[in-house]
């Protein structure tokens, strides 16, 4: 079965945040992510818990949701 990542959902956005933190827990501390779907940068200081988010071409705006509801800040670039 597929996973629920409806953010507009408390499922959805519970599938999100897990997922995401799999992804951090991935990187190394000043580690980018590049988001194929919007060609999204982010830059994550785990330390901090601050994500720099550089959005060249198209804004995301689930990243800085998923990320938000996650009590990280977010910087846009």
């Known amino acids: 079965m597929k996973a ?3 953010l507009d959902t ?3 956005m ?4 897990r997922w995401t ?4 827990e991935s990187l190394n501390d000043g580690g980018t992510w590049l988001v194929p779907r919007s060609g999204t ?5 785990k330390k901090k818990q601050i994500a ?3 959005a060249p071409f198209m ?7 998923v990320l938000t509801a996650m009590g ?3 910087v846009m670039k």
């Open 4 to 6: 629920d990542y409806n």
């Open 10 to 12: 408390t499922q959805g």
């Open 14 to 17: 519970v599938n999100a945040i």
């Open 21 to 24: 933190k799999q992804l951090i």
């Open 41 to 45: 940068i982010v830059t994550f200081d």
């Open 52 to 54: 720099v988010v550089d």
């Open 59 to 65: 804004r995301d705006p689930s990243i800085t949701k």
């Open 72 to 74: 990280w800040k977010v």
